[in-house]
């Protein structure tokens, strides 16, 4: 931000105050720069720059950002330090987040009043993507509140995807009920286990019989690739909305449903 005299008489002095927000610096050395722009013939630009340093009042090892990742059904932890870096002590007061039926928490204190572990761990059976907040009260009147964000994102052993297979517009050429590419009838699902038991594909079983498939083994029980083509003799003009549906050993779920969109025109 910056603050300056706008008209400055012949001979006089003008002040330029700069200033930086530091609400969101997590502390260290900064560098910013500014340029001053005039009706001066010899020198109508002039650049300044401003060093400094942030210092916390508490810090929050290594971030006040918590991302948990893993598999479905996982509990999920990490360790963070508080560290008070002020003269006086630290006492925690309170400890409350707007998560609390997706995580546990727990709060030790490691040298009392100066530095205090938070142990963040996920509840039992969590599935997909989750996040909030953990809140610290304390004593500090330089920082009353200490906000820690958790993002949580957890993923399927077994990953299919794209879960719908967009064909898009499909001409009809003019040459007799050929189309231009057959590049533009091809898809391809990825069937990948990320670990646990072999995957193995039993069936696929399509809702038509404009849908052709056939099965690419790139690491037996771990990787495939479905390779999904549209029978062009027997497209017809209009909406296209079918689905193919992929049969698995995969006891979680042993049928995933993939949909299959596009338009004849």
């Known amino acids: 931000m910056a603050s300056f005299d706008k008209v400055i008489a012949p001979g006089q002095e003008g002040k330029i105050t700069l200033s930086v927000k530091t609400n969101y610096f997590r502390g260290g050395k900064f560098a910013k720069s500014a340029t001053i722009s005039s009706n001066d013939p010899k020198q109508p630009s002039l650049s300044i720059r401003l060093k400094g340093e942030?210092?916390?009042y508490i810090s929050v090892k290594p971030s006040s950002r918590v991302y948990l990742t893993g598999f479905d059904g996982d509990i999920l932890s990490k360790r963070l330090k508080i560290i008070n870096h002020q003269d006086s002590p630290l006492n925690i007061t309170h400890i409350e987040s707007d998560i609390d039926d997706k995580i546990n928490y727990e709060?030790?204190?490691i040298v009392e009043g100066?530095?205090?572990q938070l142990i963040v761990k996920t509840r039992a059976e969590l599935k997909g993507k989750n996040g909030g907040k953990i809140t610290l009260t304390t004593n500090s009147e330089k920082k009353p509140k200490i906000e820690i964000r958790v993002n949580i994102n957890f993923r399927d052993e077994l990953i299919?995807?794209?879960s719908t297979?967009?064909?898009g517009n499909i001409p009809i050429a003019t040459k007799p009920d050929k189309l231009p590419t057959k590049l533009r009838l091809t898809k391809h699902i990825?069937?990948?286990k990320e670990r646990g038991d072999p995957v193995k594909i039993e069936k696929l079983k399509s809702s038509s019989d404009i849908i052709h498939t056939k099965i690419e083994t790139k690491e037996e029980g771990k990787k495939y690739f479905i390779i999904v083509t549209l029978d062009e003799d027997k497209l017809k003009k209009g909406l296209i909305k079918e689905t193919l549906e992929i049969h698995t050993n995969y006891k979680k779920r042993p049928v995933f449903k993939i949909n299959v969109n596009g338009k004849v025109i």
């Open 190 to 192: 990825m069937v990948s």
């Open 54 to 56: 942030v210092k916390e």
């Open 107 to 109: 709060l030790k204190p």
């Open 165 to 167: 297979l967009h064909f």
């Open 114 to 116: 100066k530095e205090y």
């Open 160 to 162: 299919i995807s794209p």
